[in-house]
């Protein structure tokens, strides 16, 4: 098994920025991608960002392409994801999810931390 922490979370204004992490622990070395998905109130959870074992692959969805940057600390096993210049529209619980493919599908993610919450303010 694969147990994901996420943390970061908050309420800022818009313009403002926050960091989100994923601390992993467990049978990591199954792992070969993490991602970060969210899930405004009454919309499917939606993917944000994901990025491959070594680092080197990124990936995003459009609505936060150039705005947000997903990183990974193999050492620590965290990832990351900056999140600057935060719109409303950005409003979400965010989720952590880490499988054996690198992939924007939420159905290739067997493992899911818990959430934290992101608000954005007008």
């Known amino acids: 098994q694969v147990q994901l922490v996420e943390s970061g979370g908050g309420l800022v204004q818009a313009g403002g920025s926050l960091r989100l992490s994923c601390a992993t622990s467990?049978?990591?070395?199954?792992?070969?991608?993490m991602g970060w998905f969210r899930q405004a109130p009454g919309k499917e959870r939606e993917f944000v960002a994901a990025?491959?074992?070594?680092?080197?692959?990124?990936d995003y969805a459009d609505s936060v392409k150039g705005r947000f940057t997903i990183s990974r600390d193999n050492a620590k096993n965290t990832v990351y994801l900056q999140m600057p210049s935060l719109k409303p529209e950005d409003t979400a619980v965010y989720y952590c999810a880490a499988g054996p493919i690198y992939s924007k599908s939420t159905r290739s993610y067997p493992y899911w931390g818990q959430g934290t919450q992101v608000t954005v303010s007008s």
């Open positions: 990025i491959t074992r070594s680092g080197k692959s990124t």
């Open positions: 467990g049978r990591t070395f199954s792992i070969d991608a």
